[in-house]
């Protein structure tokens, strides 16, 4: 960098993007940490609530919603299904396609692990005003959209 460019830690936004990634991060291993004794981690909940949600949703439809690629989703489900959370069906209309739904135990497992997902972010902010929550989430919102909006304009 030369002397007139500035540093990132230098622009007046950086400290409240630093602070989200870390705030994501600690959560994230928090969730981990406290999901363990179910032997999920935080991406095989995302996977079990979604489906939670919207049973029968298409491996496709799921990796969209995740904002993973399907070469994630090809790792992930067949563990899940082998350890009997979800099963994968063909759909009647178009062989091509899995439609994915939770077994019963995992339907128990995804409402414990939301349980004590619900649990952690009450604790975690507990202290901030529900007023202050709803202003950081309407940020966030922004954020996302913003984003997303480049990533179309990328495409």
Not at 55 to 80: C, D, F, H, T, Y
Not at 123 to 147: F, K, W, Y
Request: hydrophobic residues 40%.
């Amino acid at each position: 960098m030369n002397k007139n460019q500035s540093f990132p830690w230098d622009h007046p936004r950086f400290r409240s993007w630093v602070s989200v990634a870390r705030a994501c991060q600690l959560m994230q291993q928090a969730l981990t940490k406290a999901l363990a004794h179910l032997d999920i981690k935080p991406p095989h909940l995302d996977i079990l609530i979604n489906l939670y949600r919207f049973e029968g949703i298409s491996q496709q439809e799921l990796a969209r919603k995740l904002l993973v690629g399907r070469s994630n989703m090809s790792m992930l489900l067949p563990q899940m299904e082998k350890r009997g959370l979800i099963e994968r069906r063909g759909d009647a209309r178009d062989k091509r396609v899995l439609r994915l739904y939770l077994t019963e135990a995992g339907r128990k497992t995804t409402e414990e692990a939301m349980a004590i997902q619900t649990a952690l972010i009450e604790r975690s902010l507990s202290a901030t005003p529900l007023e202050q929550c709803m202003t950081v989430a309407d940020s966030m919102g922004n954020i996302i959209a913003a984003l997303s909006a480049d990533m179309k304009d990328a495409d």
